[in-house]
């Protein structure tokens, strides 16, 4: 809020105190807009990494339609990867200006998080023997692969 020139004070310590004053103001909405960046870089972010998904899940399904698809799914895991880029700085910066003024509470994303398997659900453990012989040539120099553990 600024002052008209007839409002301002006249001793030096209410001037003090106004100049302060408006420098927690300034710095309070500047961890306003840094909170309101950083929420609009990880929408940006995660709307890029939608239709990227949407990209590839038709590329899937109809097949590929020409090599100019290819570049574009390419291009746009490479925009993806900017955008995610600067939602972490937004993201930092929105976490420095939220400490610089105190008030405002800082924006974290949120990332997704895997939930575990229910407790209550059996869990069976199959191991498949494997075989003693390459399938393909017969050869027995074999190497374990490793091992996959599904739920």
């Known amino acids: 809020m600024m002052m008209k020139p007839d409002d301002l004070p006249c001793d030096l310590a209410s001037a003090l105190a106004a100049l302060r004053s408006e420098r ?11 909170s309101a960046q950083a929420k609009l870089s990880d929408t940006e972010a995660l709307i890029a990494h939608l239709q ?29 990867d900017e955008l995610v880029t600067a939602a ?14 105190g008030t405002v509470r800082a924006f974290t994303r949120k990332r997704p998080v895997r939930k575990p398997w ?12 494997p075989p003693s012989a390459c399938a393909c040539c017969g050869g027995s120099r074999l190497s374990k ?3 996959d553990v599904t739920q």
């Open 24 to 34: 927690e103001a300034r710095l309070q909405a500047e961890a306003v807009a840094a």
């Open 145 to 147: 692969l490793g091992e």
């Open 52 to 80: 990227l998904m949407i990209e590839k899940l038709k590329r899937e399904k109809y097949g590929q339609r020409s090599e100019r698809t290819a570049r574009l799914i390419e291009q746009m895991e490479l925009q993806l």
């Open 88 to 101: 972490s700085e937004d993201e930092l910066a929105a976490a420095a200006a939220a400490t610089k003024s």
């Open 118 to 129: 229910p407790e209550d659900i059996e869990r069976e453990r199959i191991i498949i023997d």
